[in-house]
């Protein structure tokens, strides 16, 4: 029978360094990405009920940009960054799935 040979790695924490083994699972996990703030995307699968912005206007921190209904709820999607609306992907009525792009923003400095 074959012997896995394991290879350990160190992690250092606070000064303190542990030796240990990473696990397949860990190896394939999805990487992290940072949230990119100009792609307004939707967090649940739901129907657009209402949306409050046009192409082209320009949108301050907290400005309701539309309302995503789901499971009985109606979630108040805001703008997180001051910007300018670049693109709608969208329209009142639409089903929309996890993770899809709503809107998309350019910063405003």
């Known amino acids: ?12 924490i606070e000064n303190i360094k542990y030796k240990t083994f990473l696990t397949n699972k860990f190896l394939l996990r999805q990487q992290y990405q940072k949230n990119d703030l100009t792609k307004i995307t939707a967090f ?4 657009i009920s209402k949306i409050y912005v046009k192409k082209g206007r320009k949108v301050k921190i907290g400005d309701k940009l539309l309302i995503l209904e789901a499971m009985k709820m109606k979630n108040d999607i805001i703008s997180s960054i001051n910007g300018i609306i670049m693109q709608i ?4 009525g639409d089903l929309v ?5 709503l809107i998309e923003l350019k910063y405003l400095n």
Not at 89 to 92: T, Y
Request: hydrophobic share 30%.
């Open 89 to 92: 992907n969208i329209k009142e």
């Open 97 to 101: 799935t996890k993770k899809d792009i």
């Open 1 to 12: 029978m074959e012997e896995k040979k394991i290879i350990y790695k160190t992690l250092n």
């Open 44 to 47: 649940i699968p739901g129907k």
